[in-house]
């Protein structure tokens, strides 16, 4: 088993940034690709971005391509997702996902990940 717990999100303006941070624990974490997944009220859950285990690929959603980094600590245990320039249809609760990878591959889609936290809600004003 695998644990997640997301920390970061909260209410910011449009225009402004956040940082999201996903702790794991229970297994290796760096056997792990990870993914941060969001879904905003009356949507389905979207991909967001991906990150191999090294942390030497992603692969990010046009939506938030160049505003979004994802980033990883395989000595902390931990992925990150700095937003920037944050519009209101950012606005959701943003969960990250792991996903046991024999290669150094990212995931894009939902179905494939294991382990989900319990999301953390980002509201961008306008």
């Known amino acids: 088993q695998v644990q997640l717990v997301e920390s970061g999100g909260g209410l910011v303006q449009a225009g402004g940034s956040l940082s999201l941070s996903c702790a794991a624990s229970?297994?290796?974490?760096?056997?792990?690709?990870m993914g941060w997944f969001r879904q905003a009220p009356g949507n389905e859950r979207e991909f967001v971005v991906s990150?191999?285990?090294?942390?030497?690929?992603?692969f990010y959603a046009d939506s938030v391509k160049g505003r979004f980094t994802i980033s990883r600590d395989n000595a902390k245990n931990t992925v990150y997702l700095q937003m920037n320039n944050l519009k209101p249809d950012d606005t959701a609760v943003y969960y990250c996902?792991?996903?046991?990878?024999?290669?150094?591959?990212?995931?894009?889609?939902?179905?494939?990940?294991?382990?989900w936290g319990q999301g953390t809600q980002v509201t961008v004003s306008s």
């Open positions: 229970g297994r290796t974490f760096s056997n792990y690709a």
């Open positions: 990150i191999s285990r090294s942390g030497g690929r992603t």
């Open positions: 996902a792991a996903v046991l990878a024999i290669g150094d591959y990212v995931w894009t889609g939902g179905y494939k990940y294991n382990y």
